[in-house]
């Protein structure tokens, strides 16, 4: 039931109401008061009569001030409907139909809500009278400008077929824009009606404020598409890979984070992983009210690349999305030269037995992402450096004339460099060989030796923990680990051509990264094993060594990329070379688009903007390097988006203020209503309030 004006801006009249009492004022004469003995009886009869006199000069003002009342009323057209039916008759409507087509709306009204939307909208449709025009505006649609208001029901109700549920939340300040776009053109009438299940996902971050323009004046009718039974209410927040990196023959860790809703325990749900369309693992498990449950996976990949696999749930009357995309770049063993300048008769006693045993902690070829070779620096001579990802120096006396033009050619190449310093480095072949030669390898010369009573070693005091290298001591166990290193021995140097990674209590590097140059350099200023520090003691060491190994390769350990949500940017970057060049791209439901890289600093970067489905998106990369870069990406709905909860009423009405919104629910659409014209029944009031002010004026 709602009571309304086709047209409100005439209630503006309604300030006329005062004119026929400022008339009355204005005219009220100020006598002089003389008072005579000799007509005191006279006044007194007179005052008798003024009273009636009194009290019909006020019917007189308020049959005045009535009549001007009901005419802007009257103008201003009012309509008293019950139900939720449209107007029949009267002057031509301009409706804009805002349908509610996000994820939620595929599991609410007993699993039938966005069925339950169409036929609103279509009864709607159907309801129009020639002259009437309505537009049909999804609230998911990357492009709304195409869409315009219609006289013809039968492309309108094309028009609504072909909306298609989406994958993503309600973008109701955009949908709104849009109606009250379509609705700047001139109407008698004009109206918004909006079909959703009023998930509370859509609503929570809505302000009146996003909207680009609003008209109060324009009622807001909203249909309530409701879930009469709390079904279970269950979905996949996340998946996540545990462990380093992910390679060839590896056992390869998932966990996946499943989370009830609803206020009833699930039980025997059923959670699948698939990888590359094979089934590989699937587990029965229970979820408590309002709970979380992770749930483990373990299996390997035996090639390397691109993988896609997703975690499935599977109820019946399970409400809530079901799957979770995500895709694996498996790499295949990480090549490293380990050239240990100490080589002692004591395995334990040698330069390279912690950093080799980080590497490989088990020693086996099948146990760890990587491969280290441990050669002593006479076999440098022999060995062919491509054949490694990384080469590590630990303590070498010297760098030979015949082996600098080799590494200088495997880091023109690409590859990565990390330089262990300790008692048996010559500074000066260093500092001749690797800084004052051109190009230059490390970005300042070493300078004196800096050594301490082991108790009175330095600590870690200073990390960059936004650095690739050192992006695993977000952990905090491992950051106060490696923050509680002591370092007792270490050559001074500055970063005049590089940036510090690691520093010292007093301020010195120990961790330095050479700017600049194809290859990669990093150089520790301190030893690898205990001689210097008792960091190989430490937990932070096997992390320390494996992430720095690992961004020297180029960062190919192998990792899980759990995709973007829907409606989020996707960007890629790569070297600037591929500027100007195209990025070919087949979503999930086949259709193709490019982009095209555009300069970005120091980088060829590309936006992609229309992640609107959920699944597996393909790329076309560029010809050349480009094509080591993954080859597909996930995408993934909001899981926020599967809760079935609802904002209230009125803190919806609240949130809409001061457009004037109305909530209906479903049925009463079915059942129709009424809308009742006030106009005869105040034009003949009108006649009556202005004979009986005729009547009266002349009379008294």
């Not at 494996?546 to 990329?561: C, P, R, T």
């Amino acid at each position: 039931m709602s009571f309304f004006f086709l047209h409100p801006l005439y209630l503006y009249a309604l300030a006329a109401t005062s004119l026929p009492l400022l008339i009355h004022l204005l005219n009220r004469r100020k006598l002089k008061r003389i008072r005579f003995p000799a007509v005191r009886f006279i006044l007194l009869s007179q005052r008798r009569i003024s009273r009636t006199y009194r009290l019909r000069q006020w019917i007189l003002l308020a049959l005045r001030t009535g009549a001007v009342f009901l005419l802007a009323l009257l103008l201003a057209h009012p309509i008293f409907q019950t139900g939720a039916g449209l107007f029949a008759g009267g002057a031509p409507l301009s409706l804009v139909i805002i349908l509610d087509s996000s994820l939620s709306m595929k599991w609410s009204g007993q699993g039938e809500g966005f069925k339950q939307a169409k036929e609103a909208a279509r009864l709607l449709i159907s309801s129009l009278n020639d002259g009437d025009r309505a537009a049909v505006v999804p609230t998911n649609a990357p492009d709304r400008g195409s869409i315009r208001l219609k006289g013809e029901r039968e492309i309108l109700l094309r028009d609504l077929e072909g909306i298609q549920l989406s994958a993503g939340i309600a973008d109701f300040p955009a949908a709104l824009g849009a109606a009250y776009e379509l609705l700047k053109e001139p109407a008698a009438q004009k109206e918004i009606w909006l079909m959703t299940d009023m998930a509370l996902t859509g609503w929570e971050n809505f302000s009146i404020g996003a909207l680009a323009q609003h008209d109060p004046l324009i009622p807001l009718k909203i249909i309530k598409i409701a879930t009469k039974e709390e079904p279970s209410n269950a979905t996949i927040k996340e998946v996540k890979m545990r462990g380093h990196g992910a390679g060839v023959g590896l056992p390869i860790q998932l966990e996946a984070s499943v989370v009830n809703f609803s206020d009833q325990e699930i039980k025997d749900l059923l959670v699948q992983l698939n990888i590359d369309e094979r089934g590989r693992e699937q587990k029965l498990i229970s979820i408590p009210p309002k709970g979380e449950r992770e749930v483990g996976f373990v299996f390997n990949l035996t090639q390397a690349g691109d993988h896609q696999g997703y975690v499935m749930l599977k109820k019946d009357g399970l409400a809530g999305n079901p799957i979770s995309y995500f895709t694996l770049r498996a790499e295949d063993k990480l090549k490293v030269l380990v050239v240990d300048g100490d080589p002692q008769t004591s395995l334990v006693q040698s330069e390279t037995f912690f950093l080799s045993r980080a590497l490989n902690p088990a020693g086996e070829r099948d146990s760890s992402l990587f491969l280290p070779t441990v050669i002593i620096p006479e076999g440098l001579s022999s060995v062919s450096l491509d054949s490694y990802q990384a080469l590590i120096l630990c303590n070498v006396p010297v760098i030979s004339d015949a082996f600098l033009p080799r590494l200088r050619e495997y880091l023109r190449k690409g590859g990565g460099l990390l330089l262990f310093f300790g008692d048996r480095i010559q500074v000066d072949n260093y500092n001749a060989k690797l800084f004052h030669s051109s190009p230059p390898i490390l970005p300042a010369p070493i300078r004196e030796k800096k050594s301490f009573p082991e108790p009175a070693g330095e600590k870690i005091e200073a990390m960059d923990a936004s650095h690739p290298a050192l992006q695993a001591f977000a952990d905090q166990m491992l950051k106060e680990s490696l923050k509680a290193t002591k370092v007792h021995g270490y050559f001074r140097t500055d970063t005049a051509g590089g940036s510090t990674l690691l520093s010292l209590a007093g301020g010195a590097p120990l961790l330095v990264e050479k700017k600049g140059g194809p290859g990669r350099v990093l150089f520790f200023t301190s030893s690898a094993d205990r001689d210097w520090s008792d960091l190989p003691l430490k937990t932070a060491y096997l992390p320390l060594i494996q992430s720095l190994v690992s961004y020297l390769s180029g960062g190919k350990e192998g990792a899980m990329d759990p995709g973007v949500t829907v409606g989020s940017p996707k960007v890629f970057s790569f070297p600037p070379l591929y500027v100007g060049k195209g990025l070919r791209i087949v979503k999930p439901d086949r259709k193709e688009r490019e982009i095209t890289f555009v300069p970005n600093r120091e980088k060829a970067s590309a936006t992609f903007q229309e992640n609107d489905l959920a699944g597996i998106y393909r790329l076309s990369l560029p010809e050349g390097e480009a094509q080591t870069a993954p080859q597909i990406y996930p995408v993934n709905s909001p899981f926020l988006e599967s809760r079935l909860e609802s904002i209230g009423e009125r803190e919806l009405g609240a949130k809409l203020a001061p457009i004037r919104a109305e909530i209906l629910p479903f049925e009463s659409l079915e059942k129709g209503g009424t809308r009742t014209d006030l106009s005869l029944p105040l034009l003949l009031l009108l006649i009556v309030t202005l004979a009986s002010e005729g009547w009266l004026a002349q009379r008294f």
